[in-house]
């Protein structure tokens, strides 16, 4: 009996016209496998075609996590010492795929990767199958959904941890630092992307990186942050006045709190990806901060911070249930202030829910 997910993926192959797919360690490969294989110099790419066992190019000493799965993997290995080539060259004459088109991740093969199977495959195509290959992991299950709510919760727990510990003076990379501390005591797993704590004028840098400034009374506390539960990422944005918040603060706090309600209002199955935005950005431009909302208003969530579905203009995927994302509107007033308020949804059967349910009013802490 063919393995599901290896079924799903020659599914998609032969939707998208191509005679098979190539993965690298990635996402992707995880939700196939069940391995976190490690993307380093090593060459290690699983070929996948309708009708077939996947064929493993993989370096010897990854060899035995693949035997373990309940794929019928064909495995070529290659040593340190012998190198990759003479396993590739094999791999191709068992794939005859001389003159095919395989499909690709665009986002992640590399040129290593693709180069050696053009040199081994004669009159190989490699071509993008990125939107293809979303679709094996658009529609979470409830297992997947289970392992997100996990990850949510540690990262809420952590949240509240550090908001009773911050004081004056602390800077921005200490803040950082307890929040993947508090959600690595808590269970939580690597994170899926260094954490964003911004102070003062620095929040108006949508992704900007904690520096040793220190935070000072008065001023905006952004913290943009994850965790992972079996590879699951939860990815959460709260902003907050370190001491009591000012006139203008307020102002621009309560335009993404509005964006922030209306996106998690609009979302549901039927609607297509842009409408949501549109809905979260008609806030923002209503309040006079339209030119300051510099970014989509969300994006997908689950083996990856970043995946399928975008929450921006001119994406007409039309939501269904299990599709999880984050709605995530900003404003970013240069040099003056930062505010973004992310949560984490999933659409239902008739709406959406938040998965995450930490407070989104205007939360004062630390300097008094
Ligand atoms: N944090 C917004 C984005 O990356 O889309
Ligand atoms: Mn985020
Ligand atoms: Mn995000």
Redesign the pocket.
Known sequence: MTHPRVQQVAEIAAAAGVDGVALIPGAHLRYITGIDFHLMERLLVIIFRPGADPVAVVPSLEADRLRATDIPFHIFGWTDTDGYAGALTAAAAELALDGKRLGVETLAMRLLEANALRGAIPGLDLVPADDALAGLRLHKSADEIAHLRAAIAISEAALQAVLDAVRPGMTEQQIAGLLVMEQLQRGGGAVP?EP?ALTGLRAALPHGTPTDRAIRPGEPLLL???TTVGGYAS???RTFSFGPPSDRFKDVYAAVQAANAAGRAAARPGLSAQEVDRAARREIEAAGFGDYFTHRTGHGLGLQ?HESPNIVEGNTQILEPGMVF?I?PGIYLPGEIGV?I?DDVVITADGCESLTTFTRELVQVGGG
């Open positions: 992307f964003i943009d942050f994850g990815d959460i944005t911070a984050t995530e973004r992310e």
